[in-house]
């Protein structure tokens, strides 16, 4: 029998990679965002953030099965290092983002609500923290994607359980 991740942490998992994908796409930088905020961005990008805390809270609680144990040792350290690293960019990209945003003076209203700045605004250029924003989203999409890839490994060429896990019964 598969041993799946539990279905709110499936739901999870599909909508965020759905939400990191179009933040993605619609990422912009440059001197018109000043005067044109890309705020669909924004929303997408904060919807990670506000998945990322219940999905934490549910693998905590139990929601994420073992791996495989047969699963080779290397394997399931690069998995656990791969999840790691991949939560780790679900909570540093939106803060980052906000913080940019702050650092530009751009509110980030979201559903009309605008939401405190997390820092001061600062002169152009927008910073450090701007630049690993942008260049991490990218970076993190690659990582996404070897993920992604892994995953179809395991289903194809290994025929293991791995991907069924992640996919509702
Ligand atoms: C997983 C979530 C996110 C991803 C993958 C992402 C990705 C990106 C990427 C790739 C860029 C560079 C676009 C370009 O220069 O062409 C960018 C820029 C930017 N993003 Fe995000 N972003 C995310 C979340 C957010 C959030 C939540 C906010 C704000 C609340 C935000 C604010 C910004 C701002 C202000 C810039 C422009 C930075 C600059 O001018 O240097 N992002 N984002
Ligand atoms: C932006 C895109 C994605 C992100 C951010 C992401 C993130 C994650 C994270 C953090 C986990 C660990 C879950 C946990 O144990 O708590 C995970 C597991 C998983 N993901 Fe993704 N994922 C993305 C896209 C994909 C895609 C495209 C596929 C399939 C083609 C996929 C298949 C899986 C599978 C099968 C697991 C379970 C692995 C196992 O049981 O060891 N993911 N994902």
Not at 10 to 26: G, K, P, S
Not at 42 to 50: D, E, I, K, N, Y
Not at 62 to 83: N, V
């Amino acid at each position: 029998m598969v041993q799946r991740y539990s279905k709110f942490m499936i739901v999870l998992h599909w909508l965020t990679a759905i939400c990191v994908v179009i933040a993605w796409f619609l990422g912009e930088g440059g001197p018109q965002i000043l005067k044109n905020p890309p705020t669909v961005h924004f929303a997408f990008g904060l919807a990670v953030l506000v998945l990322v805390v219940p999905r934490l809270i549910a693998r905590l609680a139990g929601g994420a099965p073992r791996l495989d144990p047969r699963s080779a040792p290397l394997l399931q350290l690069a998995a656990k290092t791969g999840h790691a690293v991949l939560y780790a960019f679900l909570i540093a990209m939106p803060l980052s983002g906000w913080y940019a945003a702050s650092a530009l003076g751009i509110p980030v209203t979201v559903f009309g609500v605008t939401l405190p700045a997390l820092t001061a605004p600062i002169q152009q250029p927008p910073g450090i923290v701007a630049d690993l924003h942008s260049n991490g989203g990218t970076v993190f999409l690659v990582i996404a994607g070897l993920h992604g890839l892994m995953a179809l490994y395991h289903h194809f060429v290994l025929k293991d359980d791995t991907l069924r896990r992640m996919t509702p019964a």
